[in-house]
């Protein structure tokens, strides 16, 4: 993933996002963090094509994003939102939406990969239950990981996730965790996050501050560097 010289605008008149240029080598896990509002999900949601810059260009495979078929480009990225919802129908169902084909075993793998089996053991008729009737509701974090199970079939070779464990509870969050790394496996991972603790054995971590990226690089060289990654963390 290459961004070059980007530069966007929602209202056309004020930057989120100025002259940003940065390299994502693939197989690598990375992650923007920064200030709140500095532009970290603006920049993932460029990368999707969930929106176009206005000057500079996005690249994926050296290709741009722009001359990338959309279903071809849907099927290189996936996404785990923070607040990751299901619709009201089965387990099943809701997982096999990342790839419609997929067997019923293949679903039960993902689910198990997903840190799921927990969930599945309590619900009355398992993998078959609908979601959201007869008193079934499953947590945040629950949803979370039924999310990931849906991400990891669709095997998509860039992931992004976006505060993906924000509304776990501790509990929730040490499965999402588990699942992330088994997620990640093999796989080009963007993180967005605000709690740098969830970042620290990543590869790459950029600081997006004000638009821009304001420091680049592992945690230990951060940490070293006494810049805002540094006060971020202190704090």
């Known amino acids: 993933v290459e961004l070059k010289s980007v530069h966007f605008s929602y209202d056309g008149e004020k930057e989120v996002l100025k002259d940003i240029s940065l390299t994502i080598p693939a197989g690598q896990t990375v992650a923007f963090v920064g ?60 997982v096999r939406m990342g790839k419609p084909e997929a067997t019923r075993e293949e679903v039960l793998v993902a689910l198990h990969h997903a840190q799921c089996d927990d969930i599945l053991e309590k619900l009355p008729q398992g993998v078959d239950t609908v979601i959201g009737t007869k008193g079934v509701y499953l947590s945040g974090g629950e949803q979370q990981r039924i999310a990931i199970a849906r991400v990891m079939l669709k095997n998509a070779p860039i992931i992004i996730l976006d505060e993906a464990t924000a509304f776990a509870d501790p509990d929730n969050e040490s499965r999402v965790q588990v699942a992330f790394s088994r997620l990640s496996e093999g796989k080009t991972v963007i993180m967005i996050a605000h709690r740098l603790s969830t970042v620290t054995n990543v590869d790459q971590i950029f600081v997006i501050c004000d638009g821009r990226v304001a420091e680049c690089g592992n945690s230990r060289e951060l940490l070293a560097k006494d810049g805002i990654f540094s006060r971020m963390w202190k704090n």
């Open 35 to 94: 200030p709140s509002g500095g532009g970290k999900t603006t920049l993932a949601n460029l990368i999707s094509r969930f929106f176009d810059p206005q000057s500079g260009m996005v690249k994926i495979g050296g290709v741009n994003v722009k001359d990338i078929p959309k279903e071809e480009l849907m099927n290189t990225v996936s996404f785990v939102f923070q607040n990751s919802r299901l619709i009201k129908t089965s387990i099943l169902e809701n």
